[in-house]
């Protein structure tokens, strides 16, 4: 990983926004990370990451590269990022199998993440 970017965020710091265009994933490396929507303005944790994990990819395989739901550092947090034009490279690279798998998870979480935001009444994390 010596050929990536490696960042800082300070703790309470925005990471990615949810809506906005996600040109990186990030790679959690130390920290932790809260993931959130927003949800008719108030908002709903859906979880918190800790190293070492991958976040940040959905916008890079969605059509229109939009960030679904937004990262911030509950920490002094490090990660390893990952651009767009580094990720298509290696997806494809991969065997077929692998990029049309992920793409079908991708789809799945976001269609998941939607239906979670119509039914604040559900408990999320």
Do not use: W
């Amino acid at each position: 990983m010596a050929d990536f970017k490696v960042r800082k965020f300070s703790q309470d710091e925005i990471i990615c926004e949810e809506g906005s265009i996600g040109n990186v994933a990030y790679i959690l490396t130390a920290g932790s990370v809260e993931i959130s929507v927003d949800v008719k303005g108030q908002k709903k944790v859906l979880t918190v990451l800790k190293p070492v994990t991958v976040f940040g990819v959905m916008a890079l395989v969605l059509k229109g590269n939009k960030r679904t739901a937004t990262a911030t550092a509950l920490e002094n947090v490090e990660v390893v990022e990952i651009d767009k034009e580094e990720f298509d490279e290696y997806i494809e690279k991969s065997p077929r199998v692998i990029s049309a798998t992920l793409k079908t998870l991708v789809e799945r979480l976001k269609e998941t993440t939607s239906r979670l935001k119509k039914h604040e009444e559900l408990n999320m994390y």
